[in-house]
């Protein structure tokens, strides 16, 4: 059968199409490094037809493409808030971030054992744990976890290696900083940061992440060796009002009154926490003053205002010791009532206005 020129390099161009298919099963090399398997295939395409009654024949140049075991995993990124209370929640495993960017690629497991760091290499922390829960929105204060898996950051399977993360938020607060591998071969990147609300002011690489009220802060991961986003993801922040004493006549803040939040079914004294859910907070503060936290953090207060960030579940009030030349807190007194009935309407009182 005589083949025309064009229907011989259709010929020719199928063979070479198809013959790598052929040969892979018997070009595929296969090598090893650690648990991540790589195959490397080889190939060579050939060709061959008839023309002038002889056979003729035909060789490509070598072809080499590397074959995943695996089907490659998008990168991603899961953002976390400490659990509550205790009971709730997941483990999450991570190594303290630095808050500065790195060049250093990863610290060897050797030298992570002795302690003996490379130079440039970052010191890395031992692992710590959180219980937390999964999240899209934070409160203002709370501190941000986030795991980052991304298999190509995983550089060195045989070393912890690092991942620089930016965090922004809409005020334009910004945080670089490198974020480690849980484990030498993990592909999975955790940390942790710090929010402060807003004020103080924001000030940008302080290692803390200042969010106003309906904050939004975003999550990068940047693709190792460049600029580029590798991953990221977005938090919404929502920041609990202040609690505000004011003049009921002027509506203007009152600063000086004692604040206390009680426990309605006991009257004692509130267990309060920090932001952090960890941290002692007094249960009595004083409107308009800086307030001090069990580890020496000061929250400093605009005019008339007060905050019991986190408590433990439950029924609360409020107490209040106005300032001079105020008098009492403001109360709707109860109506109608009589002995062994009910009251139409029970007396209320709003704690935070007060009168003078
Ligand atoms: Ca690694
Ligand atoms: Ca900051």
Redesign the pocket.
């Known amino acids: 059968m005589r083949v025309s020129p064009s229907l011989r390099r259709l010929t020719a161009a199928f063979a070479v199409a198809l013959l790598p298919f052929g040969l892979a099963q018997g070009g595929v090399h296969a090598q090893s490094t650690g648990d991540a398997t790589a195959r490397s295939v080889t190939n060579v395409a050939e060709a061959s037809w008839d023309e002038g009654g002889a056979r003729q024949r035909i060789s490509s140049n070598i072809v080499r493409f590397e074959v995943s075991a695996q089907p490659a995993v998008p990168p991603s990124i899961r953002v976390y808030r400490r659990a509550p209370g205790t009971g709730a929640g997941s483990e999450l495993v991570y190594r303290t971030p630095r808050c500065t960017a790195s060049a250093a690629p990863?610290q060897r497991l050797s030298a992570l054992n002795t302690g003996d760091l490379a130079g440039g290499a970052p010191a890395i922390s031992s692992t710590s744990t959180a219980t937390v829960q999964q999240t899209d929105r934070l409160r203002g204060g709370e501190p941000l976890f986030f795991e980052i898996n991304a298999a190509a950051?995983?550089?060195?399977?045989?070393?912890?290696?690092s991942l620089t993360v930016v965090l922004t938020t809409i005020e334009g607060d910004r945080e670089t900083m490198t974020v480690f591998?849980t484990?030498?071969?993990?592909?999975i990147f955790a940390g942790v940061i710090d929010t402060l609300r807003i004020p103080p002011a924001v000030v940008q690489e302080d290692c803390r992440l200042s969010v106003g009220a309906d904050s939004r802060i975003t999550v990068a991961a940047v693709r190792p060796g460049s600029d580029a986003t590798l991953v990221s993801a977005d938090v919404t922040v929502l920041v609990d009002p202040f609690g505000m004493v004011f003049d009921s006549e002027t509506g203007e803040p009152v600063s000086g009154a004692r604040v206390t939040l009680v426990n309605a079914d006991t009257g004692a004294p509130a267990i309060v926490f920090a932001p952090d859910g960890v941290t002692a907070w007094p249960s009595s503060v004083v409107s308009g003053q800086t307030i001090t936290d069990g580890a020496g953090n000061a929250f400093p207060m605009a005019a008339g205002e007060f905050w019991f960030p986190l408590t433990t579940q439950g029924r609360f009030r409020l107490a209040v010791e106005p300032p001079a030349p105020y008098t009492a807190p403001l109360c709707r007194a109860a109506r109608g009532a009589r002995p062994g009935h009910a009251p139409e309407r029970p007396a209320l009182c709003d704690p935070r206005r007060i009168l003078r």
């Open positions: 990863a950051a995983n550089r060195d399977p045989a070393a912890i290696d591998e484990e030498a071969n993990s592909g």
